[in-house]
């Protein structure tokens, strides 16, 4: 099995960092401070192209989650309906500054309650064997 460190990010200009230590790459208006999750060329709160690149929060906070129990539409899936696993799918909000939807590393309903702690981490993307793309994993207690 091939190491999340050896593959590429599915798309360019999506995640900063290593693999031990990955950043998801946004953007902050130079006008009004609006981050935004992917970059964005312009604010979406007040249209300024005064944006620049802003490296976001590794942690955040579980806002809302599902389960995704059964296949989505192809595409963009693209395994088979007899090898689906159901996954788990919210959004964090991260350093108080943008909520980012995006795949949970835990699926057990049982396992998560919002608010709860959330890190970033990169796993295997969806029916691609040469990328990774980002997820959130429950935050190790220490």
């Known amino acids: 099995?091939?190491?999340?460190?050896?593959?590429?990010?599915?798309?360019?200009?999506l995640i900063a960092g290593t693999p031990a230590d990955p950043r998801l790459i946004g953007s902050r208006c130079g006008r009004c401070g609006t981050v935004a999750f992917p970059r964005q060329a312009s604010c979406q709160a007040c249209m300024s192209e005064d944006v620049a690149e802003h490296l976001l929060a590794r942690t955040g906070a579980l806002w809302t989650w599902t389960i995704q129990c059964f296949p989505p539409k192809s595409p963009p899936y693209a395994g088979r309906a007899d090898?689906?696993?159901?996954?788990?799918?919210?959004?964090?909000?991260?350093?108080?500054?943008?909520?980012?939807?995006?795949?949970l590393t835990e699926s057990d309903p049982e396992q998560l309650e919002i608010g709860m702690a959330m890190e970033l981490t990169l796993v295997p993307a969806p029916g691609r064997s040469d990328a990774v793309t980002f997820a959130f994993k429950p935050e190790a207690v220490q």
Not at 88 to 97: Q, R
């Open 1 to 13: 099995m091939t190491e999340v460190a050896e593959l590429e990010p599915v798309a360019a200009g």
């Open 83 to 103: 090898e689906f696993q159901p996954y788990g799918v919210g959004y964090v909000e991260l350093g108080g500054e943008v909520r980012v939807e995006g795949i």
